[in-house]
């Protein structure tokens, strides 16, 4: 289970020492919204603008902590078969 966190602020003192996370960005029509792991916190952010000043630190740092950047998902048993769903 994931533990969401409603601020990113928040987030960052909560996985301070958080050595391992991932996150994915994607496109949500009329924004970009975000989705960050480490450990068993989480943190979903939507913005309006893909320059969001908020947006922009949250990109750094994911960046900063080395977190590794998540371009989809596909189940186990179709890894070696089934096309690539983003």
């Not at 949500?28 to 908020?54: H, N, S």
């Amino acid at each position: 289970m994931v533990e969401l966190v409603e601020r990113f602020v928040d987030f960052v003192e909560a996985v301070e020492h958080c050595r391992l996370g991932a996150y994915q960005i994607r496109d949500c029509g009329d924004g970009v919204e975000i989705r960050i792991r480490a450990g068993r916190f989480g943190y979903i952010g939507i913005y309006d603008d893909g320059k969001d000043p908020e947006l922009k630190a949250v990109k750094n740092f994911c960046a900063a902590k080395g977190f590794i950047k998540i371009r989809g998902h596909i189940p186990d048993e179709m890894f070696f078969t089934a096309p690539m769903v983003d």
